[in-house]
């Protein structure tokens, strides 16, 4: 952090401030403390009745031209809930019913959480979107792991694949 975002000043300083327990960005200047926090990462596993999951070719980095599961950084103001299928709608055109909290996976090592909603797919006219090249349903047979982008992704399709839709799970990736 070079400047202070409430008043400007470059005189910043890294320290643990009182009555706190961990290092942060003071502003020497405004006495303005600089806190960083784990980023929310929010989205949908879309299922339906033919044993098909609906993933999404990332057009954009990273991990460009690898599958996804409908998901994107959580907005000020949202609910976990709001944000995955706010994200469902803008990667996939997809609408998704009977939305259901399916995994937490922290991942401390990059500062992220991840929450998936297990949901079923509502309409048919899902399609590409600026950030999805390609928007496919998969057969549960038939889908390629080893072009899976992220491994929160694979690990929410395991678990529905292994422990089914009314399962959960809480888990911690350290590696
Ligand atoms: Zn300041």
Known sequence: MNFCSKCGSARIEKKIPEGDTLPRYVCQDCGEIHYSNPNVVTGVLPINDANEILLCRRSIEPRSGFWTLPAGFLENG???EQGALRETREEAKLEVNNVKLFTVISVPKINQVYSFFI????NTDFGPTPESSEVKLF?????PWDKLAFRTVKLTIEQYLEHGRNSFFNRVLDN
């Open 139 to 143: 057969h549960v047979d038939n889908i």
């Open 78 to 80: 949202e609910s976990i």
């Open 119 to 122: 949901g079923e797919i509502a």
